[in-house]
């Protein structure tokens, strides 16, 4: 498995693209187990960039090649794999299904201009691919989808056809249907041609079965006037409703127009095994999908946030490039792979780094001035040198030590930032803690690479609670961070996290506080009687002063104080933070000789414990206000769900598209895992965000187990 995951620099020949127009950016996007991977081999080995697709079963894939992804046999990280096809770079941007690292997926569809779909044949459409179907048609990215595992057993290519006409909406028409008869094959519907696969890759072309013909007429039909819906020359329709023949040629320009302005989305049908599909799949890409050319480019700004005027993509143009993942090689170091937007990126040549937007996930803001020595063209773990990158293009840079997911790469006499796409946030706590001193540096340094990698994963040290805690997506993300952790050589385990209440006075109450020391020489008295009053929640702490007559002198009243501040802090009952109270200095004594600052402190701080022996402590428990969205279908089973966490429903809104968002205010305590449970609650198909509000009281049954 070491050997797996260990980069090999110059492992073959790479093609360094001249002319962006000879560039395609495609992302596989599609949920685990539906073939991405296993597709992504195929065309590695069909374009010959590799002699022999490999297994996501044994581990022997290009595009998987992290440790965790070959345990667990499904992708759990972008990876790039490019293939030459009819004298165009593809690069081929597989990103992982599961809904966890959804991070990396975006990621991909920042560094990708067009994105292909890859259901299997036999499992349907499952609503996590439709809301990220609905997220490319939200920016325009032109789509198509593979209807893969052809071979299965249960497969039923022609119904999960239909499938993603009903899920994905208008637009969605086959191109192909598979060929009736025992020899594997394709039917195109625009050629009205036969695509066999018998012999393997290339096709073979041939006439189709009466059988055939007799199944295409009448998708054939759909498919065309869909087309012609899409065509610029208004006089086609009526041409075709006239009875013409519509050409070849005009069809196919059309429906390559169509789907590279993002309304028309093509269905192949594709088995990676049988190579049925693989030609048509490459090209379409190249023939229908956008070149970068096509792509609008990331609004950008100096560094200082002045504005810009827009790039294009131009190999001459201002050199604006982005990191969109950054990995930590135990052979190679650091590993920044980068889409370049504008300009054209050269080894041996100073770069400024800035990254700006990110501090919340503990990506400080940085801009620094770095040298690139050398330039990859990365095929999965492998990197191949290249001598340059234009515009368009995706390439790997090793060493840049400053570097992180999201940061721009530009002219040190140019310097440029592009805003960081939308990342995802993380809401499941994981507390870490090393397993002896010596995994402490281990663990520290560690972090700070996967921190520096992965915007998804945000770290927190919690000092009321003195833990280390790592908020993941899932416990999927979980499981990988915690196995690059100890593969890095710090051995972690992880303990339950703690919820850092409060403390606070249900009611009124009085405290005497005396500390009269005298053991010879110079003594220590201090004496003072305070008043304590509950405040409305968020109203902090407030310190009175009321001593008339000076009978504690002036210049002691904030030795009191500070006393009881420090009190507070420490907690009365639990050891948790008192908050919401007004404490009253009413009365006290001093001494002219043996009266300090130190001794009032002590005072105050007794005086302050005697008054919660004498009132009623309450704990407070952290109250979130959560916004959970939420298909229709499940918004009884959620909102039953939020009840059962003590959580108080505000109020539903219907968002339209057939779901709704629900607004409750729900103890944190209960949100600890349930961005897991939410997700098992809604196959996979609801989302929230939480937020704090304020601290209520804990309910007596809890509290006593904290006391």
């Given at each position: 498995?070491?050997?797996?995951?260990?980069?090999?620099?110059?492992?073959?020949?790479?093609?360094?693209?001249?002319?962006?127009?000879?560039?395609?950016?495609?992302?596989?996007?599609?949920?685990?187990?539906?073939?991405?991977?296993?597709?992504?081999?195929?065309?590695?080995?069909?374009?010959?960039?590799?002699?022999?697709?490999?297994?996501?079963?044994?581990?022997?894939?290009?595009?998987?090649?992290?440790?965790?992804?070959?345990?667990?046999?499904?992708?759990?990280?972008?990876?790039?794999?490019?293939?030459?096809?009819?004298?165009?770079?593809?690069?081929?941007?597989?990103?992982?299904?599961?809904?966890?690292?959804?991070?990396?997926?975006?990621?991909?569809?920042?560094?990708?201009?067009?994105?292909?779909?890859?259901?299997?044949?036999?499992?349907?459409?499952?609503?996590?691919?439709?809301?990220?179907?609905?997220?490319?048609?939200?920016?325009?990215?032109?789509?198509?989808?593979?209807?893969?595992?052809?071979?299965?057993?249960?497969?039923?290519?022609?119904?999960?056809?239909?499938?993603?006409?009903?899920?994905?909406?208008?637009?969605?028409?086959p191109l192909y249907l598979p060929a009736s008869g025992p020899?594997?094959?394709?039917?195109?519907?625009?050629?009205?041609?036969?695509?066999?696969?018998?012999?393997?890759?290339?096709?073979?072309?041939?006439?189709?079965?009466?059988?055939?013909?007799?199944?295409?007429?009448?998708?054939?039909?759909?498919?065309?006037?869909?087309?012609?819906?899409?065509?610029?020359?208004?006089?086609?329709?009526?041409?075709?409703?006239?009875g013409e023949e519509i050409s070849e040629d005009t069809l196919?320009?059309?429906?390559?127009?169509?789907?590279?302005?993002?309304?028309?989305?093509?269905?192949?049908?594709?088995?990676?095994?049988?190579?049925?599909?693989?030609?048509?799949?490459?090209?379409?890409?190249?023939?229908?999908?956008?070149?970068?050319?096509?792509?609008?480019?990331?609004?950008?700004?100096?560094?200082?946030?002045?504005?810009?005027?827009?790039?294009?993509?131009?190999?001459?143009?201002?050199?604006?490039?982005?990191?969109?993942?950054?990995?930590?090689?135990?052979?190679?170091?650091?590993?920044?792979?980068?889409?370049?937007?504008?300009?054209?990126?050269?080894?041996?040549?100073?770069?400024?780094?800035?990254?700006?937007?990110?501090?919340?996930?503990?990506?400080?803001?940085?801009?620094?001035?770095?040298r690139v020595a050398h330039l990859y063209s990365p095929l999965?773990?492998?990197?191949?040198?290249?001598?340059?990158?234009?515009?368009?293009?995706?390439?790997?840079?090793?060493?840049?030590?400053?570097?992180?997911?999201?940061?721009?790469?530009?002219?040190?006499?140019?310097?440029?930032?592009?805003?960081?796409?939308?990342?995802?946030?993380?809401?499941?706590?994981?507390?870490?803690?090393?397993?002896?001193?010596?995994?402490?540096?281990?663990?520290?340094?560690?972090?700070?690479?996967?921190?520096?990698?992965?915007?998804?994963?945000?770290?927190?040290?919690?000092?009321?609670?003195?833990?280390?805690?790592?908020?993941?997506?899932?416990?999927?993300?979980?499981?990988?961070?915690?196995?690059?952790?100890?593969?890095?050589?710090?051995?972690?385990?992880?303990?339950?996290?703690?919820?850092?209440?409060?403390?606070?006075?249900?009611?009124?109450?009085?405290?005497?506080?005396?500390?009269?020391?005298?053991?010879?020489?110079?003594?220590?008295?201090?004496?003072?009687?305070?008043?304590?009053?509950?405040?409305?929640?968020?109203?902090?702490?407030?310190?009175?002063?009321?001593?008339?007559?000076?009978?504690?002198?002036?210049?002691?009243?904030?030795?009191?104080?500070?006393?009881?501040?420090?009190?507070?802090?420490?907690?009365?009952?639990?050891?948790?933070?008192?908050?919401?109270?007004?404490?009253?200095?009413?009365?006290?004594?001093?001494?002219?000789?043996?009266?300090?600052?130190?001794?009032?402190?002590?005072?105050?701080?007794?005086?302050?414990?005697?008054?919660?022996?004498?009132?009623?402590?309450?704990?407070?428990?952290?109250?979130?206000?959560?916004?959970?969205?939420?298909?229709?279908?499940?918004?009884?089973?959620?909102?039953?769900?939020?009840?059962?966490?003590?959580?108080?429903?505000?109020?539903?809104?219907?968002?339209?598209?057939?779901?709704?968002?629900?607004?409750?205010?729900?103890?944190?305590?209960?949100?600890?895992?349930?961005?897991?449970?939410?997700?098992?609650?809604?196959?996979?198909?609801?989302?929230?965000?939480?937020?704090?509000?304020?601290?209520?009281?804990?309910?007596?049954?809890?509290?006593?187990?904290?006391?």
């Amino acid at each position: 498995m070491a050997d797996k995951q260990a980069r090999t620099v110059d492992a073959g020949a790479a093609v360094a693209v001249d002319d962006p127009v000879k560039v395609r950016n495609v992302v596989l996007v599609g949920p685990s187990g539906s073939g991405k991977t296993t597709l992504t081999e195929a065309l590695l080995a069909v374009s010959g960039t590799v002699t022999r697709a490999g297994s996501v079963v044994e581990g022997t894939t290009v595009c998987d090649h992290d440790p965790a992804a070959v345990r667990q046999q499904r992708s759990v990280g972008l990876s790039v794999a490019p293939v030459m096809h009819d004298g165009h770079k593809i690069n081929l941007i597989d990103t992982p299904g599961y809904a966890d690292f959804v991070g990396e997926l975006r990621a991909g569809l920042r560094a990708a201009d067009a994105a292909l779909f890859v259901v299997s044949a036999f499992e349907g459409v499952d609503p996590a691919t439709v809301a990220i179907w609905e997220e490319c048609a939200a920016v325009g990215m032109p789509r198509a989808v593979i209807v893969s595992r052809l071979d299965h057993h249960r497969a039923d290519p022609e119904n999960e056809i239909a499938a993603c006409q009903d899920a994905f909406g208008a637009g969605v028409l086959p191109l192909y249907l598979p060929a009736s008869g025992p020899e594997p094959g394709l039917i195109g519907l625009i050629t009205r041609r036969r695509y066999d696969y018998s012999q393997g890759f290339p096709p073979r072309m041939a006439d189709p079965s009466a059988e055939d013909l007799e199944r295409l007429t009448e998708a054939r039909n759909e498919l065309i006037e869909g087309i012609i819906a899409e065509s610029e020359d208004e006089t086609l329709m009526d041409r075709y409703l006239a009875g013409e023949e519509i050409s070849e040629d005009t069809l196919i320009a059309d429906l390559e127009t169509a789907v590279a302005r993002g309304s028309f989305h093509p269905v192949i049908p594709v088995c990676a095994t049988t190579g049925v599909g693989l030609a048509e799949v490459l090209d379409g890409i190249v023939r229908a999908f956008p070149s970068p050319l096509e792509h609008k480019l990331p609004s950008v700004t100096t560094p200082d946030g002045a504005p810009h005027p827009a790039l294009s993509t131009d190999p001459d143009g201002p050199l604006a490039a982005e990191v969109v993942r950054t990995a930590v090689d135990s052979y190679v170091g650091r590993v920044s792979l980068v889409r370049v937007f504008s300009g054209t990126l050269r080894p041996e040549r100073p770069v400024h780094v800035s990254g700006h937007g990110l501090s919340e996930r503990g990506h400080e803001d940085h801009d620094t001035d770095e040298r690139v020595a050398h330039l990859y063209s990365p095929l999965g773990a492998n990197l191949r040198e290249v001598p340059y990158c234009v515009a368009g293009d995706l390439c790997a840079l090793t060493k840049v030590g400053s570097a992180e997911t999201g940061d721009t790469v530009s002219s040190p006499d140019h310097p440029l930032l592009m805003r960081p796409w939308p990342m995802p946030e993380p809401l499941l706590p994981v507390a870490v803690v090393a397993r002896n001193r010596s995994d402490e540096d281990a663990l520290a340094r560690n972090l700070s690479r996967l921190v520096a990698g992965d915007p998804t994963l945000r770290l927190e040290r919690n000092a009321e609670t003195s833990q280390l805690v790592l908020w993941c997506m899932g416990e999927a993300h979980a499981d990988v961070v915690l196995s690059r952790l100890r593969a890095g050589g710090a051995e972690v385990d992880t303990e339950p996290v703690k919820t850092s209440l409060r403390e606070t006075f249900a009611g009124p109450a009085k405290g005497h506080g005396r500390h009269v020391k005298q053991s010879g020489g110079h003594g220590q008295y201090a004496v003072c009687d305070i008043e304590v009053e509950p405040l409305p929640r968020g109203a902090g702490f407030e310190f009175v002063d009321r001593i008339v007559g000076g009978a504690i002198p002036h210049q002691f009243i904030p030795s009191v104080e500070k006393g009881v501040r420090a009190q507070l802090q420490r907690g009365l009952v639990a050891g948790y933070p008192v908050v919401d109270v007004r404490v009253t200095l009413v009365d006290g004594k001093a001494h002219s000789v043996d009266s300090s600052d130190a001794a009032f402190q002590t005072a105050g701080a007794l005086a302050l414990k005697e008054a919660a022996a004498n009132g009623r402590v309450v704990l407070l428990e952290p109250l979130d206000e959560v916004d959970v969205r939420v298909p229709d279908e499940y918004l009884g089973a959620v909102l039953g769900d939020l009840s059962s966490r003590r959580g108080r429903v505000l109020g539903t809104e219907s968002v339209g598209g057939g779901r709704s968002v629900i607004r409750a205010e729900v103890p944190a305590t209960e949100l600890l895992r349930y961005t897991t449970e939410l997700r098992s609650l809604s196959s996979g198909t609801a989302t929230f965000t939480r937020r704090h509000t304020r601290y209520d009281p804990l309910p007596e049954n809890l509290a006593a187990a904290h006391a």
